[in-house]
């Protein structure tokens, strides 16, 4: 099972993830184009695609869909919530309806030889959710757009190979930033954006036997960095050697271009 990020970030977002037989796009947030080349560098053809898996309406997860979906006549898999926003107030042009399909999150469903499942999330959009991709027992989870995780969704990410996970801000960043006050307590809510110490945290909870990649994603472009982001993870989990990082690879998703491929078996 292979996973990279196409885009990652406050601007847009599109992760590929995919077996041998089964291609998917998590989140369309960026042009056709630069989808269409983060593929082709992938050696996957958007014709291959089997569907792509929306997590909310939010721009930056949805700006390039409807042309994804219309060009390469894709099913779009999403809660009815979601899917209802979309069609009533955001402008991709004309979506057939018909390409759209319904989940219901905690209820596992198959893309080709893919079972997917999806969980439920805090953040402000109308029923957001987090996806975990099986390939036989080898498990994927991608969660960004959250502002806080309950027990049951860090159980659901347990026994995961490859963990996209988001470092949105740095709290004393975002405090001390050029943010308008409800901004910053929007992004801070339980509503809003997971910070690289909560990140670390979560992470903390999961580092066992399979786990192989933790990467970072979806950091703010004005309150965060890469290396603090990492740095911040990176002592959470207790630093140097002989800490939980000893059989981890730890990276940060790019923000404007593909990410390396995490290969998990
Ligand atoms: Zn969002
Ligand atoms: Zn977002």
Redesign the pocket.
């Known amino acids: 099972m292979r996973l990279t990020s196409i885009a990652s970030g ?1 601007s847009g ?1 599109c992760i590929y993830v995919g077996s041998e037989n089964t291609h998917l796009l998590i989140d369309s ?1 960026v042009s056709g184009k630069r989808i269409e080349q983060g593929l082709s560098s992938l050696s996957v053809s958007p014709e291959d695609l089997s569907g792509i898996l929306v997590t909310h309406e ?1 721009t ?2 949805i700006q390039g869909l409807g042309v994804m979906a219309r060009r390469y006549h894709l099913p779009v898999y999403m809660t009815e919530k979601t899917g209802q926003c979309i069609l009533e107030t955001q402008n991709l042009g004309n979506l057939d309806p018909g390409l759209f399909q319904y989940i219901t999150p905690e209820q596992e469903f198959k893309v080709g030889d893919l079972a997917v499942d999806a969980h439920a999330i805090w953040h402000d959009a109308a029923d957001p959710v987090c996806y975990t991709v099986r390939d036989g027992d080898t498990k994927a989870s991608i969660v ?2 959250l502002g806080d995780y309950s027990d049951e969704l860090v159980d659901s990410l347990r026994d995961c190979s490859i963990l996209f996970i988001e470092a949105n801000h740095d709290q004393r960043m975002l405090e001390a930033g050029p943010y308008p006050y409800p901004l910053k307590q929007r992004i801070m809510g339980r509503y809003g954006h997971l910070s690289n110490d909560s990140c670390g945290t979560c992470i903390r909870e999961l580092t066992g036997d399979r786990l192989q990649y933790v990467i970072l994603g ?1 950091l703010s472009k004005e309150n965060n960095f890469p290396e603090l982001a990492y740095e911040t993870v990176r002592l959470s989990l207790g630093g140097g050697e002989s800490s939980a990082l000893e059989h981890i690879q730890l990276q940060v998703a790019y923000r404007d271009r593909v990410s390396p491929v995490a290969v998990a078996r």
Do not use: A, E, L, M
């Open positions: 406050s977002n947030g939010h930056d997860h960004t757009d979806h």
